[in-house]
């Protein structure tokens, strides 16, 4: 199993990032796809959910009507934009899938600085 994400960088307060996670050596569609991330020195935390159909999203109230996540099963890929950045959603962002363990991409640094 492995998961890739890419995507990440710096951007300006109120500017907009997409990252992607292409997922292989397993079957990606049957999955709930999960993005996560973490920030210097404080826990992992759950920022987006989706289900394996795609039909089905969950957000973290602090980024509720700021992200989308969704996904792409015919590219083993699930996507993260992120608009309207704002300095506290500086972080390391990891995709995520649990099936017979839990398991998580390299991570991307996205920095949101003036």
């Known amino acids: 199993v492995q998961l890739v994400e890419s995507g990440g960088g710096l951007v300006q307060p109120g500017g907009s990032l997409s990252l992607s996670c292409v997922g292989s050596?397993?079957?990606?569609?049957?999955?709930?796809m999960n993005w996560y991330r973490q920030a210097p020195g404080k826990e992992r935390e759950l920022v987006a959910t989706i289900n394996s159909a795609g039909g089905s999203t969950n957000y973290a109230d602090s980024v509720k009507g700021r992200f989308t996540i969704s996904r792409d099963n015919a590219k083993n890929t699930v996507y993260l934009q992120m608009n309207s950045l704002k300095l506290e959603d500086t972080a390391i962002y990891y995709c995520s899938t649990k099936f017979w363990d839990v398991y998580w991409g390299q991570g991307t640094q996205v920095t949101v600085s003036s």
């Open positions: 050596g397993f079957t990606f569609s049957r999955y709930v």
